[in-house]
T-cell receptor
Framework: AQSVAQPEDQVNVAEGNPLTVKCTYS??????LFWYVQYPNRGLQFLLK??????LVKGSYGFEAEFNKSQTSFHLKKPSALVSDSALYFC???????????FGSGTKLNVKP | DGGITQSPKYLFRKEGQNVTLSCEQN?????MYWYRQDPGQGLRLIYY???????QKGDIAEGYSVSREKKESFPLTVTSAQKNPTAFYLC???????????????FGEGSRLTVL
């Protein structure tokens, strides 16, 4: 069965410091992996995806993610956090057999000035 | 601009009333989805539709109904049978990866339903 785990409910980081939001997945076949961000009372916005190719994927707003097949992980990273990055982040995997998506439980990122 | 439009953004309902949430997309996507989000929780799939006139139950379909009469539209009805309907509802659409598409989900801005 497909599944996604985000082991941290919350991540706290100081502005200017690097940030990492963790995600591990379980999927049969080649994984299609995604990161989304959600601000309060808004829909989810697409950040980046891994389909194939380079393990380091670059996305919107300076975010990047590293695909690690052996560890079945897809951690979200940013070299220097901004206060405006504070939001809820979701990792997702696509099951292409059934055209469904599986989401992690979300990680709240708090960036302090 | 292409996108997904959900309405209304805020809705109040008395117990025992059915309400319908609208979702329209102009992205020409075949697949559409409804998710429910509760405070501090992730997204739970209510219903999804891969093609017009067809839809499947998700993980929490009880107390909800949908229709897919047009490709662009996928309305969700929250019935009086739904015991705890107060939540944030998100509609999304997608197209399979390939032919220039990368297969991500596109989301609307959500509808917040409050039962009084």
């Amino acid at each position: 069965a497909q599944s996604v785990a985000q082991p941290e409910d919350q991540v706290n980081v100081a502005e200017g410091n690097p940030l990492t939001v963790k995600c591990t997945y379980s999927v049969s076949g080649n994984p299609y992996l995604f990161w989304y961000v959600q601000y309060p009372n808004r829909g989810l916005q697409f950040l980046l995806k891994y389909i194939t190719g380079d393990n380091l994927v670059k996305g919107s707003y300076g975010f990047e993610a590293e695909f690690n097949k052996s560890q079945t992980s897809f951690h979200l990273k940013k070299p220097s956090a901004l206060v405006s990055d504070s939001a809820l982040y979701f990792c997702a995997v696509r099951d292409n057999n059934f055209n469904k998506f599986y989401f992690g439980s979300g990680t709240k990122l708090n960036v302090k000035p | 601009d292409g996108g997904i439009t959900q309405s209304p953004k805020y809705l109040f309902r008395k117990e025992g009333q059915n309400v319908t949430l609208s979702c329209e997309q102009n992205l020409n996507h075949d697949a559409m989805y409804w998710y429910r989000q509760d405070p501090g929780q992730g997204l739970r799939l209510i219903y999804y539709s891969q093609i017009v006139n067809d839809f499947q139950k998700g993980d929490i379909a009880e107390g909800y109904s949908v229709s897919r009469e047009k490709k662009e539209s996928f309305p969700l009805t929250v019935t009086s049978a739904q015991k705890n309907p107060t939540a944030f509802y998100l509609c999304a659409s997608s197209t399979p990866p390939g032919r220039g598409n990368t297969g991500e989900l596109f989301f609307g801005e959500g509808s917040r339903l409050t039962v009084l």
